[in-house]
């Protein structure tokens, strides 16, 4: 994609990543339509960065959702790129003695099946336009499961596949698929200590070189920074079962002594 003169619909815009991206994209003279659930973080955003339109939408609610788009496709008819970043990631202990299947629906709901809907009610739009793209910002773990967060990872993984389907189908289209995939960001997607983690790639380092990238190669399929490259290239090595559980045990010891 072009990293100018578009006009991007970007989902889960008013913090972490998405936010980072929304601004940096309204920096570069492109205009930006964020979504978000909390109308407070989207004013926000509008304080920090006057110009970006902003829409209070939940993406996992099929109606609002179906007349949300309807209405931002008639104030911005020339709305060529679709961002979709929103996400939830919650631990999950599935030895537990009753399992609580909200967090696997919300996940699912918020994770693959919105961006699935919103790419399933823009596509017809994108493809008429010259040249359009679609990019899903899925995660490392898509590749390695992290195992406290089965929904979570199984989510993106599926969100990688259909990615990947979805780009075969629109191959010879105007419209390009990209995959963002970023490692562990200091991010308050588990919550503050997240943000805070040194051992977490800081926030604008990751959107830099995610820039960077893209800037780079504009057909670029997976959009992999330096720090996710052994996440995304474990599944395809010999001794995947002993990363995978290398990983994991590493994970589990941190929390442990955490
Ligand atoms: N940070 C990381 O380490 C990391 C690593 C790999 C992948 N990712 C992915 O990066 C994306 C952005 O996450 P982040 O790290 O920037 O965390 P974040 O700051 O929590 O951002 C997630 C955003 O999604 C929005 N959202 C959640 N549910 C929504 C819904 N139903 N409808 C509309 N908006 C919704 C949230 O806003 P509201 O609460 O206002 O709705 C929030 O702004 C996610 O897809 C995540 O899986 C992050």
Same mark, same amino acid.
């Given at each position: 994609?072009?990293?100018?003169?578009?006009?991007?619909?970007?989902?889960?815009?008013?913090?972490?990543?998405?936010?980072?991206?929304?601004?940096?994209?309204?920096?570069?003279?492109?205009?930006?339509?964020?979504?978000?659930?909390?109308?407070?973080?989207?004013?926000?955003?509008?304080?920090?960065?006057?110009?970006?339109?902003?829409?209070?939408?939940?993406?996992?609610?099929?109606?609002?959702?179906?007349?949300?788009?309807?209405?931002?496709?008639?104030? /911005?008819?020339?709305?060529?790129?679709?961002?979709?970043?929103?996400?939830?990631?919650?631990?999950?202990?599935?030895?537990?003695?009753?399992?609580?299947?909200?967090?696997?629906?919300?996940?699912?709901?918020?994770?693959?099946?919105?961006?699935?809907?919103?790419?399933?009610?823009?596509?017809?739009?994108?493809?008429?336009?010259?040249?359009?793209?679609?990019?899903?910002?899925?995660?490392?773990?898509?590749?390695?499961?992290?195992?406290?967060?089965?929904?979570?990872?199984?989510?993106?993984?599926?969100?990688?596949?259909?990615?990947?389907?979805?780009?075969?189908?629109?191959?010879?289209?105007?419209?390009?698929?990209?995959?963002?995939?970023?490692?562990?960001?200091?991010?308050?997607?588990?919550?503050?200590?997240?943000?805070?983690?040194?051992?977490?790639?800081?926030?604008?380092?990751?959107?830099?070189?995610?820039?960077?990238?893209?800037?780079?190669?504009?057909?670029?399929?997976?959009?992999?920074?330096?720090?996710?490259?052994?996440?995304?290239?474990?599944?395809?090595?010999?001794?995947?079962?002993?990363?995978?559980?290398? /990983?994991?045990?590493?994970?589990?010891?941190?929390?442990?002594?955490?």
């Amino acid at each position: 994609m072009q990293l100018s003169d578009n006009t991007m619909l970007i989902t889960g815009g008013a913090s972490g990543i998405g936010r980072a991206l929304a601004e940096a994209f309204h920096m570069r003279g492109n205009t930006v339509i964020v979504i978000g659930r909390r109308a407070e973080a989207l004013e926000e955003l509008r304080t920090r960065a006057p110009g970006i339109h902003t829409r209070v939408l939940d993406i996992t609610d099929r109606q609002a959702v179906e007349g949300g788009v309807e209405r931002v496709l008639h104030e /911005f008819p020339s709305l060529n790129v679709l961002v979709n970043n929103a996400g939830i990631m919650q631990a999950e202990d599935l030895l537990a003695p009753r399992i609580d299947l909200s967090v696997q629906e919300a996940t699912i709901a918020t994770n693959l099946l919105a961006p699935m809907r919103l790419t399933a009610l823009l596509l017809a739009h994108l493809r008429r336009q010259q040249r359009a793209a679609i990019v899903n910002v899925s995660s490392g773990l898509a590749f390695v499961p992290r195992a406290d967060t089965p929904s979570y990872s199984a989510s993106k993984a599926a969100l990688h596949s259909y990615s990947e389907s979805l780009r075969f189908q629109l191959r010879g289209t105007s419209v390009q698929v990209h995959e963002l995939v970023p490692p562990y960001v200091q991010t308050a997607l588990m919550g503050e200590r997240q943000a805070a983690d040194p051992t977490a790639m800081p926030l604008q380092a990751f959107i830099y070189e995610t820039l960077l990238l893209l800037e780079s190669d504009p057909d670029i399929e997976e959009v992999c920074v330096k720090r996710v490259l052994p996440l995304r290239n474990a599944a395809g090595s010999s001794d995947y079962r002993g990363f995978f559980r290398d /990983f994991n045990e590493r994970l589990q010891a941190a929390r442990v002594t955490n």
